[in-house]
DNA sequence: TGACAATATTCCAAAAATGGAATATTATAA
DNA sequence: TTATAATATTCCATTTTTGGAATATTGTCA
């Protein structure tokens, strides 16, 4: 049970420790995007972006809806903000010391 | 710049990203914890522990202070309790879903 | 000093993550 | 139906992580 847990924790840390898919939910805090919007406005390969959502998707961090052609994402996640805050904290900390 | 950023916040999460690390870090959520309190009360061996207290140190998430043979470890991070409350909110989520 | 307890380190093989390149799928419109 | 745009998938070599086992280091006390 209670591993079990931990190890279901650990997975979503695990879809965030990665600076790409930390920059695409970065990017997702300022609404849905479709995927072309972000291959744009970020500077990887199509297929690494389409794979960093996926992984994203699968920690249930992000959600998706599809449009035609397009495929929106979006965060799936309402206290992203307190998370990132918390993040920043920890940076700040370290600089200092 | 801005990637770099994203490097060390990657680093946090990986950091966070491991089932025995969560554990050991929910452990010292009850206070300072020498190696051997955390060896007997988790069900690691204790290389395996020192191990991961030594990632999550690197990471910044904990800080050590010796006294004589013993090594006492604690949390460094304040806003430790948002951040897994933010978690839970996702596991929660996601077992309704 | 020597023995011992607490902690850290090294070594290693297996497993997993990474990201580039090529290709496949899907939906639409002409 | 065919061409095309948007997105996803597969393949693969390289790097990183994982955790077990053995061993080393460090501090204390007799």
New interface residues.
């Given amino acids: 049970m209670k591993?079990n847990?931990?190890?279901?924790?650990?997975?979503?840390?695990?879809a965030?420790?990665?600076?790409?898919?930390?920059?695409i939910m970065?990017f997702l805090a300022n609404g849905e995007k479709c995927v072309c919007e972000i291959v744009e406005n970020l500077d990887y390969e199509q297929p690494h972006i389409s794979k960093s959502l996926i992984k994203l998707k699968e920690a249930?961090?992000i959600k998706d809806r599809k449009e035609g052609l397009n495929v929106y994402y979006s965060l799936?996640?309402?206290?992203?903000g307190?998370?990132?805050?918390?993040?920043n904290?920890?940076?700040e900390?370290?600089s200092k010391s």
Avoid: H, T, W
């Fill in positions: 591993s847990l931990y190890e279901k924790k650990a997975k979503i840390f695990k965030l420790s990665n600076p790409v898919r930390l920059e970065d249930g961090l799936k996640i309402c206290c992203m307190e998370f990132f805050n918390c993040l904290k920890i940076l900390s370290e």
